[in-house]
């Protein structure tokens, strides 16, 4: 679990239009890659309702399953471990951790589904309760982990089980939540700050990461000038504050000196679920220079990580499957193996 990257839209939108499996799901020649670079495991997330029978929730399509278990193969015969992360869908994710009638399906869904696939055993696949759980508080949060974990547990007892805090799991919310008294645990924290550097031209959340363009890291007030002058009025004080807040590697530090006290503070293991920056809208050579000291402050920590993303607009590899590339830079700034000609 030091190093590992997710693939996020395989198992989500499955099926759906717009989504070319071309470019999204994963072949042979990938897990060859993966492995070849350093990386140790996987995080794929995943749609429960995808996996469902559609009028009796708390049973699982057995053909759906074996489709998943036969999908992961040649990661676990890469000797890749697999964390499985619970995403369900927009509005779907309220349902499900807002009430008790929806969290009680929750519980039955992890019950069912962990009984499942716990034939993988506990040293190749890890279960993640549920990923950035968003609206719920740190009291409510912890409530809603502790009774996934134990619904988990009731059915794969043996199998790491990851937890992470309220909202959509930053550096404040891991910090606000009291671990569980429960063992066998790693706690997940996503790392994206500052959101108007690595969310630049983002089309899918806030509005305003559209205006954000070319951004440089690390940022200053005399760096962020021009772009300042050029912008409309709305974005202006977005990109000022970006400015002035002068982040760089030390700033960086300074979250990963939080998470390192907080983990050793309660005697927990931590590991960064999720942190890249939009290929969208960000220089190249910020991009990189993000990636690098984000990846340094973790690692000097000794915190584990999982890049987001491996294919996408945060991808680490660009072109579709069986022909895949990668930048040798950008590998070099994630400590990645690049095998020579």
Known sequence: ????????????????????????????????????????????????????????????????????????????AAGLVVVLAAEPQGPEKSRLVRDEAGL????????????????????????????????????????????????????APQHTVVVEGHRYSGVDELLAMTPLPLPNLIYSFHFYEPHTFTHQGAFWSWPMFLKFRNLPYPSSPQELAPLVSAADADAQSHLLTYGEQRWDAARIQTYMDRVQHWAQTHRVPVWCGEFGVSRLGAPDA????????????????????????????????????????????????????????
């Open 1 to 76: 679990m030091e190093r590992g990257v997710n693939l996020s839209i395989w198992f989500t939108y499955r099926g759906q239009s717009g989504i070319d499996p071309a470019r999204w799901y994963p072949d042979a020649a990938d897990w060859r890659l993966i492995k070849s670079l350093g990386f140790g495991h996987v995080r794929v997330q995943f749609d429960p309702a995808y996996f469902r029978a559609p009028v009796r929730p708390a049973s699982l399509l057995p053909i759906r399953i074996r489709e998943l278990q036969n999908a992961l193969a040649p990661a676990f």
């Open 104 to 155: 009680q399906e929750l519980e039955a869904f992890w019950r069912a589904f962990a009984k499942a696939m716990k034939v993988v055993g506990p040293g190749q696949l890890v279960f993640e309760a549920l990923n950035e759980p968003t609206d719920t508080d740190a009291k409510g949060n912890r409530v809603l982990m502790q009774r996934l974990v134990k619904a988990i547990r009731s059915v």
């Open 286 to 341: 910020a991009r990189k220079a993000w990636l690098a000291d984000t990846r340094h402050a973790m690692e000097a920590r000794g915190i584990a990580w999982a890049l987001f993303d491996y294919v996408g607009h945060f991808a680490l590899v660009t072109g579709n499957a069986g022909k895949r590339q990668i930048d040798p830079q950008e590998a070099a700034a994630l400590g990645l193996r690049i095998a020579g000609p």
